[in-house]
């Protein structure tokens, strides 16, 4: 299978800024593996998110995802990308409060049809494949008709984490998801995520300053805290 | 599709706020739908009162006033017409027919009309329709009298009953013609304009009310009694107007100059139709003011509206950036807000015309009691309903200003925002 994500040469800067927020020569991940991303904040972590998610363009460079130049694409098509292609966890609130647990983990099939189809090719309906997601999380289905409100942070971030893993993204970016949780959820969480990332096939990038979570994945890439210096991948 | 069921249960997890909101549109939709409805209403009103009268004749007066104090019952008359003159104009060739009216006097707050039998032959209402009664039949004594529908209804009157004319108007008066009680005769079926609040006697019943009394007061120690007062020449000395029908409509202007040059007396002709659109000119400033009013109502609804999604943005980032993150395109975020504004647009549309019907069915039983307009629960009227389409459009167009803040601010924000 190709590569998840490949990078060459890539540099970005806001618009009016002399330095580079964020420089990274190179840098591959095969597909279905993991990669953990360490860096102080201000380092651009952030910044490389929203530049893998396609919500941001770098000012030089080429970023590759699943083969795709998704940095030379129109706007419109990395949006349609991420929604096909890209399970995306937040630090934190990452459930809309308005939606029950389980229409919550529906959410990304509601929006983009690709993901729709591929979670009823696994599953006979959305709620069964929904059902399905949670149950690798180890959410009891006792909470899966609930209000997001009802459930404590670490359900809520496998609750996140079972929402990007619906309909098989082919890539699930991770955004510091453990920093609000106690030690023994975090161990929990780390365990299902990159667990049933590898169990489903999808390829991982995991932010985070907290380098003892480092175990758990098969390549690390460390960002340099900021300075017109250069970052290096190290595999 | 989905994005609707997204803005709904968004809304509703801001439900407090919403409903607030849906309200204030709601509340202002209702106001200016209430006052168009009246407009209407009352020129309906209006208009439907008399038909098929010519003109309408009176002592030297202003037009609008002759004909409010002789049709509608609102005014007093300033002059009369002498009984000579309302015989010889009715003796004119060009008149079919003509009915004199005989007002000042009052029962229970309702006005006496004193008149003969040729009002209950020719007077017309609505689309040239007739009265016609209830029960009962038209007056033949001096001493009988024909009431409205409204007064038998209110005051519980029927064929049989006795009742005294109290002297001038207003509800209670000290000075009642006791000595002369009439007896109820016919009643009147329902017409919706003001012959339902009128109590109707012979011209000759009123003269025989008014024989011991002079300038407004009973005469001390004169006093005749109602049978003595039938052995009287009782015809009146003078009519407070006179409805008049033509022979050929063709005669009726040069019919009304002929009365407005007259000679023995000053006497004023009006044509009720043209007098009605002089009302309509006067009333409609006001109409416009109020409508005015509304429209502003309206427009500080929707700006009220904006505000509240606007300063509800901020605290709404997380929910853009989880949107952005499952792939919705900035555009979506644009969408969504404007949708939002449109369905409390459509909301408050629909809540507004149920508040306005409630308004109107329950403010109906009063005001047709009061001021005998009947307001009716219909659809707004065709001009209105463009407006009202127009009114939605501009919700969806002003979720633009949200939509446009919070494009702006999930492009900035892409998928960190921090709040």
Known sequence: MADALSIESLAFRWPGQQHNTLSIDRLQLPAGSSLFVRGPSGSGKS?????????????????????????????????????????????????????????????????????????????????????????????????????????????????????ALMGLPELVIADEPTSALDQDNVDNFMDVLTGQCQALGSALVFVSHDRHLARWFDQELELDAPAPSRNEAVS | ??????????????????????????????????????????????????????????????????????????????????????????????????????????????????????????????????????????????????????????????????????????????????????????????????????????????????????????????????????????????????????????QTFSFQRLINQYRAEPLSAIIPGATLQELWQLIGIAENALIAVSFMVVVTGLLGMVTVILAGLNERRREMAILRALGARPGHILGLLMLESGLYGVAGLLAGLLLHWGVIALASIWVQGTYGIQLTLALPSPSLLMVLAGFIGLAFLAGLLPGWKAYRQSLSDGLTAST
Request: charged share 20%; hydrophobic share 40%.
């Open chain 2, 1 to 250: 599709m989905n994005w609707i069921r997204l803005a709904l249960a968004s809304l509703w997890n801001r439900r407090t706020t919403a409903l607030l909101t849906l309200g204030m549109v709601a509340l202002s939709l209702s106001l200016l739908l209430t006052v168009d409805r009246v407009r209407e209403d009352t020129r309906a009103s209006f208009s439907n009162t008399l038909s098929g009268t010519d003109l309408i004749v009176g002592g030297r007066t202003g037009a609008l006033n002759l004909l409010l104090y002789s049709v509608f019952r609102i005014g007093n008359a300033t002059n009369n017409i002498s009984w000579e003159s309302y015989s010889d104009l009715s003796r004119n060739s060009a008149v079919a027919w003509t009915v004199p009216l005989s007002l000042g006097d009052s029962h229970r707050g309702y006005r006496v009309i004193g008149t003969t039998t040729d009002y209950f032959e020719h007077y017309q209402y609505g689309r040239n329709q007739a009265l016609s009664f209830n029960s009962g039949e038209p007056f033949d004594d001096v001493y009988d009298v024909v009431l409205g529908a409204e007064v038998a209804a209110v005051l519980d009157y029927r064929p049989g009953d006795e009742l005294v004319v109290a002297h001038g108007l207003g509800s209670t008066s000290f000075a009642n013609h006791d000595d002369k009680p009439f007896t109820v005769v016919g009643i009147l079926n329902a017409t919706g304009t003001p012959v339902d609040r009128s109590v109707h006697v012979p011209l000759e019943g009123i003269t025989a009310m008014h024989v011991d009394w002079q300038q407004g007061i009973k005469l001390p120690g004169l006093s005749i009694s109602a049978d003595e007062a039938r052995t009287m020449d009782l015809t009146p000395e003078s009519v407070t107007a006179v409805l008049v029908g033509m022979k050929s409509r063709v």
């Open chain 1, 47 to 163: 910044t490389l998110l929203n530049l893998l998610a396609g919500v941001l363009v770098p000012t030089e460079g080429v970023i590759q995802v699943l083969d795709q130049p998704l940095s030379q694409q129109p706007g419109k098509q990395r949006d349609r990308f991420r929604a096909d292609h890209i399970g995306y966890i937040f630090q934190q609130f990452n459930l809309l409060p308005y939606l029950s647990v389980i229409d919550n983990v529906m959410l990304p099939c509601r929006l983009s049809r690709r993901r729709h189809q591929k979670a009823l090719s696994e599953a006979e309906s959305l709620t069964a494949a929904a059902g399905d997601r949670l149950t690798r999380l180890n959410i009891p289905e006792s909470l899966w008709l609930k209000r997001v409100s009802a459930l404590s942070v670490g359900q809520q971030q496998r609750v996140a984490a079972a929402r």
